[in-house]
């Protein structure tokens, strides 16, 4: 009974609860992707994570997250990558000023990336 009322709450109440919500998706075939930090590293940050994957790493990049607040302002960019040790990565980047998306010709070396639109709330969800 227990289990029942749960399950009902998950797949009923839940939804509605949460503002979560994906503005738009699409997958492209990329060349390259760069982004535009504004804002100098500090030194306290990590020095190492990746914001530039041009032809000889855009093979790492699995999907761009755009988010944006309530209002429709941009509030950063999201990163998901996996690099050859074979972790998967998340980097959340505040302060973009822009990004480039360069798009693959025939025959030229490229990936599939997922582009999303996400709302701030989409980011709590586990991946």
Request: charged share 20%.
């Amino acid at each position: 009974m227990f289990r029942k009322a749960i399950l009902i709450f998950v797949a009923v109440i839940l939804p509605f609860i949460c503002n979560a919500k994906v503005l738009s998706s699409r997958v492209i075939r990329l060349y390259s992707a760069y982004f535009f930090v504004s804002h100098p590293p500090q030194p306290t940050d990590l020095q190492y994570y990746m914001v530039n994957f041009g032809p000889g790493n855009i093979k790492f990049l699995k999907q761009v997250d755009i988010v944006l607040d309530n209002e429709g302002r941009v509030q950063g960019v999201q990163i998901i990558y996996t690099l050859p040790d074979g972790f998967k990565r998340k980097t959340f980047l505040r302060g973009v000023s822009g990004w480039t998306f360069k798009r693959a010709r025939k025959n030229s070396i490229s990936n599939s990336v997922l582009i999303r639109v996400v709302t701030t709330d989409e980011l709590n969800v586990v991946w």
